[in-house]
T-cell receptor
Framework: RKEVEQDPGPFNVPEGATVAFNCTYS??????FFWYRQDCRKEPKLLMS???SGNEDGRFTAQLNRASQYISLLIRDSKLSDSATYLC????????????FGQGTTLQVKP | NAGVMQNPRHLVRRRGQEARLRCSPM?????VYWYRQLPEEGLKFMVY????????ESGMPKERFSAEFPKEGPSILRIQQVVRGDSAAYFC????????????FGPGTRLTVL
């Protein structure tokens, strides 16, 4: 079983749509979680951290369910510029900080 | 404050040659991570270094790969006797502290092995 699993998609949605991505992780001891965004052939960039209480940043909402080892990202009112690959990331070791990445979910927002 | 810098951005090598990838962390950051992204795959952790020390190399292939982060100068990821399967994007990230601080990624080096 992969340490971090995501549905690779692609998700093709029209502008203005709401889209949700899901992610599961295998290590119940994991403490820190993130969503990164990666544009084609570019470096990953931090989109937002994920907290148990859930957190929101504009049109983006992230949720964590520790009991189910499940992380989600909701994007409301999709824009063309949201087209990218979204990476679910878990900190593999709190001592070293090494990041464990999911395969990524590709989103294509169409006009 | 310049971001994480990597060079070269693109590197072409023939099978059997050596590849050297360089990473200069952000100013004030003493923790460096290397990740590899094979075509159509997610990023995979390779190695974590602090100045002059390798802290975690659990993701490094056992042979041909080495990394260093000297007291002065950039971190170097070295691949000896490259093979076609080494073709990938190699990303470096830096952070001010270890643990759960945000890691800032460089633009990556795309290695192509002919």
């Amino acid at each position: 079983r992969k340490e971090v699993e995501q549905d690779p998609g692609p998700f093709n949605v029209p502008e203005g749509a709401t889209v949700a991505f899901n992610c599961t992780y295998s290590n119940s001891a994991s403490q820190s979680f993130f969503w990164y965004r990666q544009d084609c052939r570019k470096e990953p960039k931090l989109l937002m951290s994920v907290y148990s209480s859930g957190n929101e940043d504009g049109r983006f909402t992230a949720q964590l369910n520790r009991a189910s080892q499940y992380i989600s990202l909701l994007i409301r009112d999709s824009k063309l510029s949201d087209s990218a690959t979204y990476l679910c990331v878990v900190v593999g070791s709190s001592n070293t900080g090494k990041l464990i990445f999911g395969q990524g979910t590709t989103l294509q927002v169409k006009p | 404050n310049a971001g994480v810098m990597q060079n070269p951005r693109h590197l072409v090598r023939r099978r059997g040659q050596e590849a050297r990838l360089r990473c200069s962390p952000m100013k004030g950051h003493s923790h460096v991570y290397w990740y590899r992204q094979l075509p159509e795959e997610g990023l995979k952790f390779m190695v974590y270094l602090q100045k002059e020390n390798i802290i975690d190399e659990s993701g490094m292939p056992k042979e041909r790969f080495s990394a260093e982060f000297p007291k002065e100068g950039p971190s170097i990821l070295r691949i000896q006797q490259v093979v076609r399967g080494d073709s990938a994007a190699y990303f470096c990230a830096s952070s001010p502290n270890s643990g759960e601080d945000e890691q800032f990624f460089g633009p990556g080096t795309r290695l192509t092995v002919l």
